[in-house]
């Protein structure tokens, strides 16, 4: 896996120190990026080593320092590099492995230039030897002018002689120096260590070496010391052990901020990789490095998208303008972000929250993109589902728009709690003949009766507005002041966000005229009935009475003519009555 740094700091802070060459690898030691320091140490472009092996810039070959900082968390030695045009120097190199979910993804190699620091010891030997470090007053002079330390010691490490220098860089004058042995100087940490280099260096005489430590300041604090001890103890006029050092405090500070740099980008690398999706592709569009979340998302393998174009997970739904809108934004060197829609292997799409971030080289120029992704599909499926159905309500709205207005019975939606009407259709314009504008800025109370509303406002305020919303037959007034009959009949519905109702009416004016009139004939019946069952009885009880006279006794003839008499009145008072049934009967309309 590709080790790459995801975050601008690091190219930031690398750019800050252009003494140090800063080489990414990953866990084969593949450089997969530098920073200026590296371009100006080794002489070449970024697009020249990237993807190479670093054995491209080390004689020795990266190999062993990389299996000794697995092994160790940590490796640091001396190795002769080489740049391009095959000039070799020494450098002090640091491998400092990078671990993700205890994994290890990759190799930072931090590099210092010693040819100053070589030569200053190695060179001062051979020319003591060879040239003129045999006259003393050359010797003296030389070493007084030198930026660096220079010390001499006897076999015995003890404090001979010490430049101007090693004054300022120590803050120890001749005759404080003088009364602190070496071993006093250097910190208790590193007293083991040295002890031994020196002891060695004491038996090969001529030799050299380079250490660091951590030496005392008279202010009471450790300076880091770059320092080359050269053993010209053999020689007669020099007859010493010669320190040559430097103050590289500042320089130990700036590595330590990097290496601290470097393992924060590794923690933000890991926390990245953990939540998104993370590609990087080459000014090409070649893709150079995928996460586990972006092999997962697309269903491909590693090996089968490094080296292949991004176009390989682009669909069409994208229109040619947004491509060309997203490389112009990066080669401007801008960071694009927007909603992307990708492929996976299988051929289904998926969607997802992408940021590229260009990096750019020293002429300003992106030479790769870092895509970081996060998956939206869910997101994006339930806006698709929102929008159906936002369409399906549109549809279903118009449908019941259209079934609203073309009723042929008057309908109208009215607000639950003012009574204010929110919709009429044109079956109750033209019933109650107001128009649909009349009717908006009306209420239902302005199509009752007056002498009505009294009673409707007490019954919804005594039983609630439900008790006025039940189905029921209720008296309107039209525009024309004409009272009409209405069968009502309504449910509850939301109009907008306002609690609402659906009313269909049908007028029932007619009908319950025809009503009255059944009763007004219906009240007539019952009043010939009770003339049937009354005034009747009277005289036919008489004449049933005479009759039986006829039938019980003999009467004589004068008797039969009175009885005749009584039997002639009853009949006449009869006949009265049916003359008075026929007449009211005839008054009854049965239609």
């Excluded at 009502?488 to 004016?509: E, F, H, K, Q, W």
Aim: proline letters at 4%; glycine letters at 4%.
């Amino acid at each position: 896996m590709t080790t790459t740094v995801n975050d601008q700091l690091f190219e930031l802070f690398c750019a800050s120190v252009p003494d140090q060459a800063v080489c990414m690898l990953d866990e084969y030691g593949l450089i997969n990026s530098w920073n200026p320091g590296a371009a100006q140490f080794y002489q070449y472009t970024s697009a020249e080593v990237i993807g190479r092996p670093a054995t491209l810039l080390c004689i020795s070959g990266p190999a062993i320092p990389l299996q000794q900082a697995f092994i160790n968390g940590h490796f640091q030695a001396n190795c002769e590099m080489v740049r391009k045009n095959g000039s070799r120097f020494p450098a002090d190199v640091t491998y400092q492995p990078l671990y993700e979910d205890s994994q290890l993804r990759g190799y930072a190699m931090i590099s210092r230039n010693l040819f100053y620091s070589k030569s200053s010891g190695a060179k001062l030997a051979e020319c003591q030897e060879k040239v003129a470090f045999h006259q003393s007053s050359l010797f003296r002079q030389l070493i007084e002018h030198s930026y660096s330390g220079i010390s001499l010691f006897d076999a015995e490490l003890n404090f001979i002689y010490r430049s101007p220098s090693a004054s300022r860089i120590t803050g120890f004058s001749n005759t404080e120096r003088a009364n602190v042995s070496i071993n006093e100087m250097i910190h208790p940490a590193d007293q083991v260590r040295i002890k031994q280099l020196l002891h060695h260096l004491l038996q090969q005489p001529g030799n050299s070496l380079t250490c660091y430590f951590r030496s005392r300041h008279f202010e009471g604090h450790f300076i880091h010391l770059e320092c080359v001890f050269s053993n010209l103890l053999h020689i007669p006029d020099i007859c010493a052990l010669v320190l040559n050092f430097r103050d590289i405090s500042k320089e130990q500070e700036a590595q330590y901020q990097l290496e601290q740099t470097v393992r924060e980008l590794s923690a933000y690398r890991h926390a990245l990789d953990t939540s998104a999706i993370v590609a990087i592709t080459d000014q090409q569009g070649i893709i150079r490095h995928v996460n586990d979340n972006f092999c997962h998302i697309s269903g491909y393998k590693r090996e089968e998208l490094i080296g292949q174009d991004h176009r390989l997970i682009n669909t069409p739904t994208h229109d040619l303008s947004v491509i060309e809108n997203i490389r112009r934004t990066l080669d401007s060197g801008q960071v694009w972000h927007g909603d992307f829609c990708n492929l996976t292997k299988a051929g289904k799409e998926y969607w997802v929250d992408k940021t590229i971030v260009p990096c750019m080289d020293l002429q300003g120029k992106p030479y790769q993109f870092i895509s970081i992704h996060f998956d939206i599909t869910e997101r994006e499926m339930a806006k698709e589902k929102l929008q159906q159905q936002a369409a399906d309500l549109e549809a279903s709205r118009q449908h019941y728009s259209d079934l609203f207005q073309v009723s042929p019975l008057p309908k109208f939606v009215f607000d639950a709690n003012t009574l204010e009407f929110l919709d009429i259709n044109q079956a109750a314009v033209d019933r109650y003949g107001y128009t649909r504008e009349e009717f908006l800025k009306m209420t239902i109370r302005d199509i009752r009766p007056e002498e009505e509303i009294p009673l409707m406002e007490e019954a919804v305020k005594a039983r609630g507005s439900i008790y006025y919303f039940r189905p029921g037959i209720f008296t309107h007034r039209k525009r024309n002041g004409e009272i009409i009959r209405v069968d009502i009949t309504s449910s509850a519905l939301t109009y907008g966000d306002r609690p609402a109702r659906i009313a269909l009416m049908i007028d029932v004016t007619e009908r319950m005229r025809h009503l009255e009139a059944i009763e007004t004939q219906n009240k007539k019946l019952r009043e010939i009935s009770w003339m049937q069952s009354h005034i009747i009885r009277a005289p036919l009880s008489r004449i049933l009475g005479l009759v039986n006279i006829f039938d019980n006794a003999m009467p004589d003839q004068s008797e039969i003519s009175q009885i005749l008499q009584y039997i002639r009145v009853s009949a006449d008072e009869l006949d009265n009555v049916v003359r008075a049934i026929i007449e009211s009967a005839g008054n009854v309309d049965v239609r």
